[in-house]
Each structure stands twice: as structure tokens, then as C-alpha cells.
């Protein structure tokens, strides 16, 4: 989901000029749809998936040679959002979690990326792998090591404990990107602000931070993205006691067998996923700089 | 509201480096005055400038800015204005909010503001440019607000690091005589940092040389091509063209040219030096009038650049390009006193 998210992100943000300022009339008759398609396609691959759901979440019988429910109905609904359900209340854990590790990362990710853009460190490189790390080890071990540590520190769980667990992704990932965002903004802007009057910290909100904007909404929005959907560290170091979406999706599938109400939930976890991307495609559409920092 | 300001004794090695940066510079500016520091890049000019302005930190020495020592002030606190080589211009503002940068960081009142910015868009030529961002101008515009950014707030001290290094050599002299038009409007202690020695004596009015982090001279920028301090400095400025070994005593320097009136502080072995310009053909009366025999002529368009000899000793002039002189005349040559300076060999 949140690779699907970057490459939908960035594109448009990248080619979108160039595009717009080619001359129309001498550019092919293909070049001219090439576009649409590739968007279409590109919908339809990471929407696919999601059909059958929206349609199960709708029906309680759907068997398999059909190619359509034989019948439609809301039981899905309203066992998912009912008074028994716990929905709402993983969502707002879902959320509380999700906000606070976004803005952790985000501003841990800004200061350790403009230290790695901005200054000689020593074994910059070796920093670089120590970043990619959560992406290279196997989850699975991070967790179980994890959880040892957390029962032993007494943060096990507790959301604060969840909420520490999940921090080291997310900030590795916003460290990576904000690293490309700061490596486009000028070191010696802020020294110029500095002899105009401004403080060390001023300059920073002043000159830098301006710039830095686009970067920032995009590494609380992949931050919160790895919160929302992270099930293993949250099953473990939440200890059944903290409930997020995810694991109440696992639940109510692996538990009730009720396929309309997992559907149903399903739905309801990748929604925020789908607006955020697109509030944070309005955001960055009008910004032309420093997202193109991404990734370098 | 301007400030003097003193470098006393200043020493600075970047870490790890094997040769200091700077050693022992002093240096005043009194109030209202422009100095412009010049030395071939590597000098250690920029770091000057940088120390001045609060960005490094010397390993010794002082700087005092209205005899105040501000080396623990952080730089917004120096009441400065600096310009680099690149105009760095806030590219996410206009330009009149980048002119009013400084400003807003004093806490000015929003009318004050407006009335000074308009006032400055006028004195860089830049009148109804205060909506355009900054990627909107050319190199010049752009250096032309930064200049105007610099002296909004009224600063007690102007820097400026090679500001028009990166312009095109017309555009470099307007900028130049701008710079000095805004100096006798605002009045800012101006420091001026160039490796341009047509730069340092147009817009100054004292010039330090600054060679190996060492002042080589401190003077009028005249004195400097006249009197050239030392062999280093006179071939910084182009003006060792005329070495001639003798030795000096009070008011003469003996020679295989004779013995030459001048006046000098030097005593015994020395060189002698005098530019090609200054060196004057004909028939004249007096001391310093030497015969010789004009060996090579080269017309160089705006004017000739002439070799002779005399007692043996080959002299490089320079003459107006009329000059009705072919190799094998004779004349004889006068080397006004005022130009002659001996430096230690």
C-alpha cells in the first residue's frame, strides 16, 4: 500500500510540467492517450484487490462458481458498526496512534535529516543502512526481540509502548526522505537570515522550514501509513490489551468467519490510506520543489 | 547609527588543517569608511569576513565593533548587513518581503516597513519590483536586492564577500558604482572583501592586502601601486615589472642606473621598483633623468609597451600609443621620485 502510495505521489508531482509545457499541437496522437491509460491501468491495479470487497461487504451470500452475490444485504454493516462491534473505538486507537507516531517521526525525521544532508558525518553511509535496516530484517524478529525489551521496561502493553514500538520504522522512513528534502534546501540561506537578524532557531522557521513543507506532509503521511497498518509489533507489544484496526480485522476474520463484516471492516482500513494519499496529492500538487528531493 | 570596527591580532586555523587561515591580522575601519580587503583567493579573505560577521569562530584575537568585543554575539546580535557572491535571496518570499526580512526580525511596525522597502526598491533602481519573486530577476537585479536586503535595517556594519565576483565585468562596474552611491546615502562602515584589485581602489578608500593570512599593506589604494610594501604585494598588483637591485640610504638609492633621488624608509640591499606607466620619455631637466636606448616597441592598440636598456639594466615602459618611438632610438627617460619604492629582495 505505502509503495503504491509513493510512486502515485511523486509521479504526477515529476512529469506534470514538462507535459504541460510541450507544445499540443505537434505532440502524437499516442503520446496524447498514453497518459490516461497508464493512470487507468495504474488505478485499476492497486483498486482491484479492493472490488470483491466492496461488493462482499454489501451481500451474506456470495458462493463460488457464482460470479455475483445471489443476495444483498447490510448484515455485514451492522454487525461491523453495531453495539456489539468495537470498530470505532480501534479506529480512534488506530488514529491516536497513527497522529502521534506521524508527528513524532516527522520532526525526529526532519532533525537526523538535515544533519545527514547538511553535514560530513562521519559513516554517513553505514547511517544509510542503519535507516534501511527496518526494511531489510524481517519483522518478525524485530518483534519478538522487541517485546522481551518492552516487558522488561515495563512499557508492554500500553499504548505508549505501542507507540515507541512503531516509532523506529517510521522515523527511519521519514529520516531517508526528509534527508532528499533538506539536500534541496540551502544551507547558506539560513546563515544569510542569521546576519539579517534572525536566530538560530528563527532562521530555521523562517527560511528553511518554508521549504521543507511538501517533505514534511509526505513524511507524516508514509509515518502515520506504517502505523495505521502495522498488526505484528501492535499484536505484541500491545499485548491484546491495545486493539487497532488491523488487529481487529484479523480477529473478526480469523474469529467470527462472518465475511460480509470482515469486508466490511477491511473497508474501513483502507480508507483512510486512499484519502489521505489524495488530500496530500493537493497539497504537494502546488509545490514544486522539494518533494522532487525524494529518494534522490 | 554606524560603527567602527577593529580586528585586533586575529588567528585562524580550520581543524585538522596544517597552515593557519589567518595569523596576527589587525585591522581598523573607522566610522563610515569603506576598506576593502584584497588577496588572491586562498588568502584567507573570506574567513575574515566570515569571523567579522559572527559565522566562524577564531582560534585569537578580537573583533570590536564600536570597541565592543563581539566574538561571544551570535550574528544576529552584531547590528550587521553581509552580502555574499551568491545574491541568496529567501526563495519562497518576494522581493519585497526578502528587502523586508530584516526588518520584520527587529519587529518594525508594518508602515515603516512599507516606506522603507519602497525607498530602498527606488535606491537599487528597482522601483515596482517588490511583487516578483525572486526567480524572476537576473543575476544583477537579484545581487541589487540582496544589497538592499543588507542595508534595510539600517546595519552599523556592511559586509560584503565578493558581491559582484559572479556579474558580468559591465554589470560589475555599475554595481560598483551603486555600491558607492548607496555608501554616501546610508552610511554603513562598509567591509569589502575582493580578489579584484580594480574592484578593492574603485569602491574603497583604504585597501589591506591580505597575502598567505598576513596584511601585507594597509593603505589609500594610490599608495598601494605606488608604494608597494613589500616584493609580494607589488606582484599581487601587477607592479613588479621593474625590479632593479641596488642598495638605499636616506633620500638616494645607488644603482647601475647611478644615483637615484627618492624618498624611502628602506636602508642597504634592496630592489627598486617603479611601474612601466610611470616612467616618462623625453628631455628633462633634474635629477632621475637616465639616458637609454629603446630596444623593443609593441603596440598594443591603447598604448605601446616599450623595452630599453640602460647601464646594462632593461626597463619596461609603457607609452601613449602615438609615441614616435622605433627600436635603436635614444632618449632619455625620467623616473619621478614619487613613484620609486625599494623593498627588501
Same mark, same amino acid.
Request: charged fraction near 15%; proline fraction near 7%; aromatic fraction near 4%.
Given at each position: 500500500? @505505502? ?17 504541460q ?8 496522437? %499516442? ?7 497508464v ?8 483498486? %482491484? ?15 463460488y ?16 458498526? %453495531? ?20 508527528a ?11 544533519? =545527514?544532508?547538511?553535514? !560530513?558525518?562521519?559513516?554517513? !553511509?553505514?547511517?544509510?543502512l ?57 544551507p ?16 530555521? !522557521? ?9 517533505? =514534511? ?16 509489533? @501492535?499484536?505484541?507489544?500491545? %499485548? ?55 529518494? !534522490? | ?8 591580532d586575529?588567528?585562524?586555523?580550520y581543524?585538522? $588543517? ?58 544576529h ?40 522597502? &519602497?525607498?530602498l ?13 525572486? /526567480?524572476?530577476l ?6 541589487? #536586492? ?45 567591509l569589502?572583501? *575582493?580578489?579584484?584589485?580594480d574592484?578593492?581602489?574603485?569602491? $574603497? ?10 596584511? &601585507?599593506?594597509? $593603505? ?8 608597494p610594501? *613589500?616584493?609580494? #604585494? ?5 607592479? $613588479? /615589472?621593474?625590479?632593479?637591485p641596488?642598495?638605499?640610504? +636616506? ?17 642597504? +640591499? ?25 630596444? +623593443?616597441?609593441?603596440?598594443r ?11 646594462? #639594466?632593461?626597463l619596461?615602459?609603457? *607609452? /601613449?600609443? +602615438? ?10 627617460l ?9 623593498? *627588501?629582495?
Amino acid at each position: 500500500m @505505502t509503495e503504491a502510495g509513493l510512486t502515485k505521489e511523486s509521479r504526477p508531482v515529476q512529469e506534470a510540467p514538462p507535459v504541460q509545457e510541450a507544445g499540443r499541437p505537434r505532440r502524437p496522437l %499516442g503520446a496524447g492517450l498514453a497518459r490516461p491509460t497508464v493512470l487507468i491501468l495504474t488505478g485499476l491495479w492497486v483498486a %482491484g484487490p479492493l472490488l470483491p470487497l466492496a461488493v462482499q461487504a454489501f451481500t451474506d451470500q456470495w458462493f463460488y462458481p457464482d460470479l455475483w452475490p445471489a443476495r444483498w444485504s447490510l448484515a455485514g454493516w451492522e454487525q461491523a458498526l %453495531g453495539p456489539q462491534s468495537r470498530l470505532a473505538e480501534a479506529v480512534t486507537t488506530s488514529v491516536g496512534i497513527g497522529a502521534a507516531v506521524a508527528a513524532l517521526a516527522t520532526a525526529l525525521g526532519a532533525a537526523a535529516g538535515r544533519a =545527514l544532508a547538511w553535514h !560530513r558525518l562521519p559513516g554517513r !553511509r553505514l547511517i544509510e543502512l542503519v535507516l534501511l535496516a527496518p526494511v531489510l530484517v524481517p519483522p518478525f524478529a524485530v518483534a519478538m526481540g522487541a517485546q522481551i525489551v518492552y516487558l522488561r521496561a515495563g512499557l508492554a502493553d500500553s499504548l505508549t509502548g505501542v507507540v515507541l514500538a512503531q516509532l523506529p520504522a517510521a522515523t527511519a522512513y521519514a529520516t531517508l526522505l526528509m534527508s532528499g528534502v533538506w539536500a534541496g534546501v540551502d544551507p547558506a540561506l539560513e546563515r544569510q537570515a542569521r546576519t539579517l537578524g534572525a536566530g538560530t532557531w528563527r532562521a530555521f !522557521r523562517e527560511v528553511s522550514l518554508p521549504q521543507l513543507r511538501g517533505g =514534511l506532509v509526505v513524511a507524516a503521511m508514509f509515518a502515520f501509513l506504517i502505523s495505521w497498518s502495522d498488526y505484528l509489533l @501492535t499484536l505484541l507489544i500491545g %499485548g491484546g490489551v491495545v486493539t487497532t484496526v488491523p488487529l481487529l480485522l484479523f480477529a473478526t476474520a480469523a474469529g467470527s468467519g462472518n465475511q460480509a463484516a470482515t469486508a466490511a471492516i477491511a473497508l474501513v482500513a483502507v480508507a483512510p490510506p486512499l484519502l489521505l494519499t489524495a488530500l496530500a496529492a493537493r497539497q504537494l500538487a502546488g509545490r514544486d520543489t522539494a518533494l522532487l528531493g525524494v529518494g !534522490r | 547609527m554606524t560603527t567602527d570596527i577593529t580586528v585586533a591580532d586575529l588567528d585562524h586555523t580550520y581543524p585538522g $588543517a596544517a597552515t593557519p587561515t589567518l595569523r596576527g591580522v589587525s585591522l581598523e575601519v573607522p566610522v563610515g569608511t569603506r576598506t576593502a580587503v584584497l588577496g588572491p583567493s586562498g588568502s584567507g579573505k573570506s574567513t575574515l569576513l566570515s569571523i567579522v560577521a559572527g559565522l566562524s569562530t577564531p582560534t585569537g584575537g578580537d573583533v570590536r565593533l564600536a570597541g565592543r568585543s563581539v566574538l561571544r554575539q551570535p550574528p544576529h546580535r552584531r547590528d550587521l548587513g553581509v552580502v555574499f557572491q551568491r545574491p541568496l535571496l529567501f526563495p519562497h518570499l518576494t522581493v519585497a518581503e526578502n528587502i523586508a526580512f530584516g526588518l520584520r526580525m527587529r519587529g518594525t511596525d508594518r508602515a515603516a516597513i512599507r516606506r522603507r522597502v &519602497a525607498e530602498l526598491l527606488d535606491a537599487v533602481s528597482l522601483p515596482g519590483y517588490g511583487e516578483r519573486r525572486s /526567480g524572476e530577476l537576473s543575476g544583477g537585479q537579484q545581487q541589487r #536586492v540582496a544589497l538592499a536586503r543588507a542595508l534595510a535595517a539600517r546595519p552599523g556594519v556592511l559586509l560584503l564577500d565578493e558581491p559582484f565576483s559572479a556579474l558580468d565585468p559591465q554589470l560589475r562596474g555599475e554595481m560598483r558604482a551603486l555600491l558607492t552611491e548607496l555608501h554616501r546615502r546610508e552610511g554603513s562602515t562598509t567591509l569589502f572583501v *575582493t580578489h579584484d584589485r580594480d574592484e578593492a581602489t574603485d569602491v $574603497a578608500d583604504t585597501v589591506t592586502v591580505l597575502l598567505d593570512g598576513r596584511v &601585507a599593506q594597509h $593603505a589609500p589604494p594610490a599608495d598601494l601601486f605606488r608604494r608597494p610594501a *613589500t616584493l609580494a #604585494v607589488a606582484r599581487f598588483l601587477g607592479g $613588479a /615589472g621593474n625590479a632593479i637591485p641596488g642598495t638605499a640610504s +636616506a633620500g638616494h638609492f645607488d644603482c647601475p642606473l647611478g644615483r637615484l633621488r627618492l624618498d624611502t624608509d628602506h636602508r642597504g +640591499a634592496g630592489l627598486l621598483l617603479i611601474r612601466p606607466a610611470a616612467i616618462v620619455v623625453g628631455d628633462r631637466q633634474g635629477d632621475n633623468v637616465v639616458p637609454a636606448t629603446i630596444t +623593443a616597441v609593441t603596440d598594443r592598440g591603447t598604448h605601446l609597451d616599450i623595452q630599453a636598456t640602460s647601464a646594462g #639594466v632593461t626597463l619596461h615602459l609603457t *607609452t /601613449g600609443p +602615438a609615441t614616435p618611438l622605433r627600436p635603436g632610438d635614444d632618449t632619455p627617460l625620467w623616473l619621478p621620485p614619487a613613484h620609486l619604492s625599494v623593498v *627588501t629582495p
